[in-house]
């Protein structure tokens, strides 16, 4: 499946961004989702993970508390709300999909096939 994210943007130290994430054709199959991001010369990290039915969330200990996983299956679209945003979650983040991710993987990024172009999110001091 094809993924667009979008949401991304500039904002203050201690503001929030709401990112989305969506198949970008039409596809009748539901995915355990996650997102990752990738500051400037570090590596991908995870941030987040959502099951197929949204009723099981996980999160990076650096997001926890501050983010919000969430998904919306009639719209087949997935979102992230970051709050108390820090200057440290300046990063490009991408959503990914896959049919099935076990808790174990989540954090992997190799468990997922399919990949957003990524938006960049920055945030000031």
């Known amino acids: 499946v094809q993924l667009q994210a979008s949401g991304g943007g500039l904002v203050q130290a201690g503001g929030s961004l709401r990112l989305s994430c969506g198949p970008s054709?039409?596809?009748?199959?539901?995915?355990?989702m996650g997102w990752f991001r990738q500051a400037p010369g570090k590596e991908r990290e995870f941030v987040a993970y959502i099951n197929r039915s949204g009723r099981i969330t996980h999160y990076s200990d650096s997001v926890k508390e501050r983010f919000a996983f969430s998904r919306d299956n009639a719209k087949m679209t997935v979102y992230l709300q970051m709050s108390r945003m820090k200057p440290e979650d300046t990063a490009v983040y991408f959503c990914?999909?896959?049919?099935?991710?076990?808790?174990?993987?989540?954090?992997?990024?190799?468990?997922?096939?399919?990949w957003g172009q990524g938006t960049q999110v920055t945030v000031s001091s």
């Open positions: 054709g039409r596809t009748s199959s539901a995915y355990d």
């Open positions: 990914a999909a896959d049919t099935q991710v076990t808790i174990g993987d989540m954090t992997s990024p190799e468990s997922y096939d399919s």
